[in-house]
């Protein structure tokens, strides 16, 4: 039987389980989603089609709706938007717990953070590719979100193929969905921020930590009010 796939061609292995899950987590949001690192921007806004969303990135060649280092957004604690996805983009922070942490302090209370990460062997720096991380990794990087959710995606035949360089019409869909929690392809993770967060801010390891806002403060949350 074949399995239903998205509606876009020559889609990376990696980006079905990405996209299904997204799709799965879509009808847990309202109000405003800020998409960190604004991978497949326009796929995952026709997902949100009912919130308002928002896009960042540090390179301002994404053309993001705001130019900043996401472990400095330009948001007042607990005021920014309901909603995080971050997808595809731990892996390339030299501080992960940082950024998280960003996350829980400007998330609303109770917002929902999305986020997906591979488990593949392949480097690919975008501008720099450090961590690969287990689910007990993600589980501690995560102590302190409530309702924390942690599942594989992906199994061994489905690592060999993208290893390969293979895409979606390559592999044999009945495969695809095959459970395989040792050898999986990447994880997908959900959690909520807690209606009270430690105000003491986390120390950084990354002192030369950037930040390069297009928005200031006011105009960013004027973008989360739209």
């Not at 309202?30 to 991978?39: H, K």
């Not at 979606?168 to 929690?181: E, F, I």
């Not at 050898?183 to 430690?198: D, K, M, N």
């Not at 002192?207 to 105009?219: D, I, K, Q, Y």
């Given at each position: 039987?074949?399995?239903?796939?998205?509606?876009?061609?020559?889609?990376?292995?990696?980006?079905?389980?990405?996209?299904?899950f997204?799709?799965?987590?879509a009808?847990?949001v309202?109000?405003?989603?800020?998409?960190?690192?604004?991978?497949g921007?326009?796929?995952?806004?026709a997902?949100?089609?009912?919130?308002?969303?928002?896009?960042v990135?540090?390179?301002?060649?994404?053309?993001p709706?705001?130019?900043?280092?996401?472990?400095?957004?330009?948001?007042?604690?607990?005021e920014?938007?309901d909603?995080?996805?971050?997808?595809?983009?731990?892996e390339?922070?030299?501080d992960?717990?940082?950024?998280?942490?960003?996350?829980?302090?400007?998330?609303?209370?109770?917002?929902?953070l999305?986020?997906?990460?591979?488990?593949?062997?392949?480097?690919?720096?975008?501008?720099?590719d450090?961590?690969?991380?287990?689910?007990?990794?993600?589980?501690?990087?995560?102590?302190?979100?409530?309702?924390?959710?942690?599942?594989?995606?992906?199994?061994?035949?489905?690592?060999?193929?993208?290893v390969?360089?293979?895409?979606?019409?390559?592999?044999?869909?009945?495969?695809?969905?095959?459970?395989?929690?040792y050898?999986?392809?990447?994880?997908?993770?959900?959690?909520?921020?807690?209606?009270?967060?430690?105000t003491r801010?986390?120390?950084?390891?990354?002192?030369?930590?950037?930040?390069?806002?297009?928005?200031?403060?006011?105009?960013?949350?004027?973008?989360?009010r739209?």
């Open positions: 039987m074949e399995v239903a796939r998205p509606a876009f061609p020559h889609v990376p292995i990696d980006r079905y389980y990405i996209y299904h997204l799709k799965r987590q009808g847990r309202s109000g405003t989603v800020l998409n960190v690192g604004a991978d921007a326009d796929t995952i806004r997902l949100f089609a009912h919130c308002s969303y928002v896009t990135d540090l390179q301002g060649s994404k053309q709706d705001i130019v900043c280092d996401a472990r400095a957004l330009p948001f007042a604690a607990g920014g938007p909603c995080i996805l971050c997808s595809q983009v731990l390339h922070a030299d992960p717990g940082g950024l998280l942490h960003e996350f829980r302090r400007v998330l609303r209370p109770r917002g929902l999305m986020l997906t990460t591979p488990f593949h062997p392949i480097y690919h720096a975008d501008p720099d450090y961590w690969r991380f287990t689910e007990s990794g993600l589980r501690m990087l995560l102590d302190g979100w409530d309702d924390v959710v942690v599942e594989p995606y992906g199994n061994r035949w489905m690592q060999i193929a993208f390969q360089g293979k895409d979606l019409r390559d592999v044999d869909t009945r495969l695809l969905d095959v459970p395989d929690p050898v999986p392809l990447g994880f997908a993770c959900t959690a909520v921020r807690p209606e009270r967060v430690p801010p986390r120390r950084s390891g990354c002192p030369h930590a950037r930040t390069s806002v297009r928005n200031s403060r006011g105009s960013a949350a004027r973008r989360l739209r």
